[in-house]
């Protein structure tokens, strides 16, 4: 079992986990859920997990009255694969959407796969998304037809037009209000302005009855855009401004929960998609004390700040090294609803003694996975985690600068639909390396610099039994294997 430790911090909480029944019981009110998920966000670039160059003290206060989680994880490095588990609670190779979709994709989240939303929808609950969906950008992917009651956003990352800062030929970037394109080519700076009216608007239309208000914004992926009113207010930059923005956005959701009297019934969720873009320099976040960063399956790549907040359930104060990941969102969220579990296996589990601080809470996980497309690449165990050898993409030079990728003096533009990770190396100026497999204590070495396997052959041997059980099922390039576990093949 993986088995760090959780910490409380601020003074001792009034948590009353003698009733912790009644909260699952028939009748017991069934809580609001706002998840709120940053694009790009480093592990380090808010003030609760160690910035001083950018004040979040809206994010903070989610800190102060909800809990830390410090080993929250996504299960693969990049937008569309960590959504789609986000959203089914299964890993993303499962459903059949490792990696990223673009403008071109002909790909999307299957009618079969029960997401998030729709569990929540039989069990009467309004819902929304105002942001970024993408899951696929056809009509039969719409979020309207996987739960969302209601979409305001763009279908895929925000460089899928004429501002992405390489390739200049990509078309239009849409706006959808519903599903309908509202506008072509948006102001970007006022997009987290206009998820954050929308998503105040849904609260106070929805007050009456229990709701799902999912934000995923847009920002701070590249390009990034702030609005007048928060330029230059960093010491960050650009980029520190955009943070800065999402912060107040934070702020005024939870103002909006408060105003409405809402605030003791929800359950509030902030967490990010992956690490940060590294290449794009100062435009980018930052993942420190973690290595590397999006992209990649090292910590920095796949760990993610993440806080949540739930008056008298969660407690306050609290910082949690215990892990917990995006796939344990749903099936957590469906037992404090009492929603029934899609039919079909999700990889999931419910973690709600871990969110509550129950005593002596574990995570039930044997193990994580970390893909990076349909490659297993590492796995965690407790304190280990073992890398197997593979190819990643870092940053070998000075980074970019002014919106720009590593090395672009250099390149030479590359169609989007170009896959593969030298393809992407060649757009966002990586350089691509090699790692052999190599084995990690993540609780003294968390930068994962000290190569341990030689020292440590059981545990090799322990983690590898593990990934080769999941290679049998969800399958693994790295290993031409096909897993019988996977629903959808594209």
């Not at 760090?4 to 948590?15: K, N």
């Not at 957590?332 to 296996?345: C, D, E, S, Y």
């Not at 672009?408 to 169609?415: A, D």
């Amino acid at each position: 079992m993986i088995a760090p430790t959780c910490r409380t911090i601020v003074g001792l909480a009034i948590v009353l986990l003698s009733h912790a029944p009644a909260l699952f019981a028939a009748d017991a009110p069934r809580p609001n859920i706002v998840l709120i998920f940053a694009d790009d966000l480093g592990y380090s670039d808010l003030g609760c997990f160690g910035a001083k160059d950018i004040h979040t003290p809206n994010i903070n206060r989610l800190a102060v009255e909800g809990t830390r989680f410090t080993s929250f994880y996504v299960s693969q490095p990049v937008c569309t694969a960590s959504r789609a588990s986000q959203m089914t609670g299964c890993y993303a190779n499962r459903v059949g959407l490792a990696g990223a979709l673009n403008h071109t994709s002909k790909a999307g989240i299957h009618a079969d796969e029960v997401l998030l939303p729709e569990l929540l929808q039989q069990r009467g609950y309004a819902t929304a998304i105002f942001g970024k969906w993408h899951l696929g950008h056809r009509p039969e992917f719409s979020p309207l037809r996987h739960g969302f009651g209601e979409f305001f956003g763009i279908p895929y990352s925000n460089d899928n037009g004429p501002l992405h800062p390489v390739v200049k030929t990509i078309p239009s970037l849409p706006l959808i209000d519903g599903d309908k394109t509202d506008e072509l080519d948006p102001d970007q700076s006022q997009f987290t302005r206009r998820l954050t009216q929308r998503a105040c608007q849904f609260l106070a239309a929805n007050k009456d009855r229990p709701f799902f208000l999912y934000v995923p914004h847009v920002m701070p992926h590249v390009p990034i855009f702030a609005s007048e009113r928060f330029k230059g207010r960093s010491a960050r930059g650009l980029y520190g401004d955009v943070v800065e923005e999402l912060d107040w956005s934070v702020g005024e959701i939870d103002a909006a929960l408060n105003r409405l009297g809402l605030a003791e019934k929800t359950l509030v969720i902030f967490a990010s998609d992956n690490g940060p873009f590294l290449s794009y320099g100062e435009h980018a976040g930052r993942a420190t004390p973690l290595r590397e960063g999006k992209l990649t399956t090292f910590e920095g790549g796949v760990r993610t700040p993440c806080l949540m907040r739930w008056p008298r359930k969660i407690r306050p104060g609290r910082i949690c090294d215990e892990p917990v990941a995006s796939i344990d969102l749903l099936p957590t969220i469906a037992k404090l609803v009492r929603a029934p579990l899609p039919k079909h296996p999700i990889d999931g589990l419910d973690v709600w003694p871990i969110l509550s601080g129950q005593s002596n809470a574990r995570t039930p996980h044997e193990s994580l996975l970390f893909f990076s497309g349909d490659e297993l690449q590492a796995i965690r165990s407790g304190d280990w985690k073992l890398h197997f050898a593979h190819d990643y993409l870092t940053v070998a030079g000075p980074p970019g600068q002014a919106g720009k990728p590593a090395n672009f003096e250099k390149m030479q533009p590359k169609s989007i639909e170009e896959s593969g990770i030298r393809g992407i190396a060649s757009r966002h100026g990586y350089e691509v390396r090699r790692i052999e497999q190599s084995l990690f204590n993540l609780k003294d070495d968390l930068g994962e610099s000290c190569n341990v396997a030689d020292k440590n052959p059981e545990v090799v041997r322990r983690l590898e039994a593990m990934a080769e059980q999941a290679r049998g099922d969800l399958g693994d390039s790295l290993s031409n294997r096909r897993g019988s576990g996977v629903r959808v093949v594209r």
